[in-house]
């Protein structure tokens, strides 16, 4: 037994997680009955602990961010996701549809001056075809050669390639070829099919999701991978919904990096229909913990302080997450749903946030190279 060995295990209140602490010092697999363990014992610090142990062999003190910038092109979406307050059926005052000249006009503006990522990802509208994303991708590239453009869930690949006629390896490389670089993580919600049947209606297959992120991955297009916690769904579902992601990335590689999402409770259809409380920090940490204990093939989790506020995602960095996501500028899907933190953080509001919680900040591009 190594000296860390006994280290890692004086922080156990728990006996039970003994056996889960001398795998993860192995650099063993956990398996999901040690997933549900790690969900349902009550000792957090303990589950803390060991994904902290993990982010240190992983990436020391190492914390990351991004200078980023989301935008929506269309908030109008035909798909019926219950959880969702940003959708908006056509007709609806709200309802839009941006051009690729407003987004370029957009972006020129002042305040997204040094932006390094668009991320973007947006509602399922039928009018959208290939030839708008050619077109708004290929003319960002020539306006802004070194924006990086992050775009689409593996959901909306799927809807527009189909919408489009054409298939979704298609869809794929022509969005390559025109300046797609690499996908956000969003629209995994939750894989398991009981589910995804009351809170995702029209997109109920998980299949979709997997098999797209996996055509993506072959062709060399790197995405992330989320999971949507905290409102009718048990810890075996989360657990089976991880170990989905773990088996994908067994195959392919292609996922970067996971963010947990905390289901966020205001003006949607789920939480009128049912009665959800929003999620608690400790919550909030355990799904930070045991993403980093079960995901041992996924570099980087993590903390997505717009979802958790950016105290929680402080705390986040010392129960296994290792990156702070970015300054986003504007955020509008949490905060439609009730997020009350800013829109946007500036880079050095990140690198206090980071440092003060005894962390070493870091700019980095998508690809987690970074800055000088
Ligand atoms: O696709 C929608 C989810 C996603 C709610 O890849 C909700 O770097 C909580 O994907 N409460 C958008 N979640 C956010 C997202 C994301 C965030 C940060 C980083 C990255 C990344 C991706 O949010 C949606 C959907 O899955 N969502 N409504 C809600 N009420």
Same mark, same amino acid.
């Given at each position: 037994?190594?000296?860390?060995?006994?280290?890692? $295990?004086?922080?156990?209140?728990?006996?039970?997680?003994?056996?889960?602490?001398?795998?993860?010092?192995?650099?063993?697999?956990?398996?999901?009955?040690?997933?549900?363990?790690?969900?349902?014992?009550?000792?957090?610090?303990?589950?803390?602990?060991?994904?902290?142990? @993990?982010?240190?062999?992983?990436?020391?003190?190492?914390?990351?961010?991004?200078?980023?910038?989301?935008?929506?092109?269309?908030?109008?979406?035909?798909?019926?996701?219950?959880?969702?307050?940003?959708?908006? $059926?056509?007709?609806?005052?709200?309802?839009?549809?941006?051009?690729?000249?407003?987004?370029?006009?957009?972006?020129? $503006?002042?305040?997204?001056?040094?932006?390094? #990522?668009?991320?973007?990802?947006?509602?399922?509208?039928?009018?959208? $075809?290939?030839?708008?994303? #050619?077109?708004?991708?290929?003319?960002?590239?020539?306006?802004?050669?070194?924006?990086?453009?992050?775009?689409?869930?593996?959901?909306?690949?799927?809807?527009?390639?189909?919408?489009?006629?054409?298939? @979704?390896?298609?869809?794929?490389?022509?969005?390559?070829?025109?300046?797609? #670089?690499?996908?956000?993580?969003?629209?995994?919600?939750?894989?398991?099919?009981?589910?995804?049947?009351?809170?995702?209606?029209?997109?109920?297959?998980?299949?979709?999701?997997?098999?797209?992120?996996?055509?993506?991955?072959?062709?060399?297009?790197?995405?992330?991978?989320?999971?949507?916690? &905290?409102?009718?769904?048990?810890?075996?579902?989360?657990?089976?919904?991880?170990?989905?992601?773990?088996?994908?990335?067994?195959?392919?590689? &292609?996922?970067?990096?996971?963010?947990?999402?905390?289901?966020?409770?205001?003006?949607? #259809?789920?939480?009128?229909?049912?009665?959800?409380?929003?999620?608690?920090?400790?919550?909030?940490?355990?799904?930070?913990?045991?993403?980093?204990?079960?995901?041992?093939?996924?570099?980087?989790?993590?903390?997505?302080?717009?979802?958790?506020?950016?105290?929680?995602?402080?705390? &986040?960095?010392?129960?296994?997450?290792?990156?702070?996501?970015?300054?986003?500028?504007?955020?509008?899907?949490?905060?439609?749903?009730?997020?009350?933190?800013?829109?946007?953080?500036?880079?050095?509001?990140?690198?206090?946030?980071?440092?003060?919680?005894?962390?070493?900040?870091?700019?980095?591009?998508?690809?987690?190279? @970074?800055?000088?």
């Amino acid at each position: 037994m190594t000296r860390m060995s006994l280290d890692l $295990k004086r922080h156990l209140k728990d006996p039970r997680l003994v056996p889960i602490a001398e795998k993860v010092e192995r650099g063993e697999r956990l398996t999901f009955e040690d997933g549900l363990l790690l969900y349902e014992t009550p000792d957090l610090s303990g589950v803390g602990a060991m994904a902290h142990h @993990v982010r240190l062999r992983l990436h020391g003190l190492k914390t990351y961010y991004v200078a980023s910038r989301r935008l929506s092109y269309t908030n109008i979406c035909y798909t019926h996701c219950q959880f969702c307050a940003f959708q908006a $059926k056509p007709g609806d005052p709200r309802a839009y549809v941006l051009s690729a000249d407003d987004i370029i006009r957009e972006m020129e $503006k002042p305040e997204n001056h040094g932006v390094r #990522e668009l991320h973007m990802v947006a509602g399922h509208y039928p009018k959208l $075809k290939i030839d708008y994303f #050619e077109d708004l991708f290929s003319r960002l590239k020539a306006r802004f050669p070194d924006l990086h453009l992050k775009v689409f869930t593996m959901v909306e690949m799927d809807y527009y390639a189909r919408v489009s006629g054409i298939s @979704v390896e298609e869809f794929i490389d022509r969005c390559m070829a025109a300046g797609l #670089e690499s996908c956000p993580g969003g629209g995994a919600e939750i894989f398991a099919e009981e589910i995804r049947e009351e809170i995702c209606i029209g997109k109920k297959e998980a299949d979709i999701w997997l098999r797209v992120a996996e055509i993506a991955h072959r062709k060399g297009l790197p995405t992330n991978c989320t999971m949507l916690y &905290g409102h009718i769904e048990k810890p075996a579902h989360r657990v089976d919904h991880l170990l989905r992601l773990r088996e994908l990335q067994d195959r392919t590689g &292609g996922f970067l990096a996971y963010i947990p999402l905390a289901y966020q409770v205001e003006d949607n #259809e789920l939480s009128r229909k049912y009665e959800i409380h929003e999620t608690t920090g400790a919550q909030d940490l355990r799904e930070v913990a045991v993403a980093r204990l079960l995901l041992d093939n996924i570099p980087h989790i993590k903390a997505y302080w717009v979802m958790i506020t950016e105290g929680l995602a402080q705390i &986040g960095l010392s129960y296994g997450a290792n990156d702070m996501d970015g300054t986003i500028i504007e955020e509008t899907i949490a905060h439609l749903a009730g997020a009350k933190t800013p829109q946007g953080l500036t880079k050095g509001e990140l690198d206090r946030l980071i440092r003060d919680a005894g962390f070493e900040p870091l700019e980095r591009d998508n690809l987690y190279q @970074v800055y000088a």
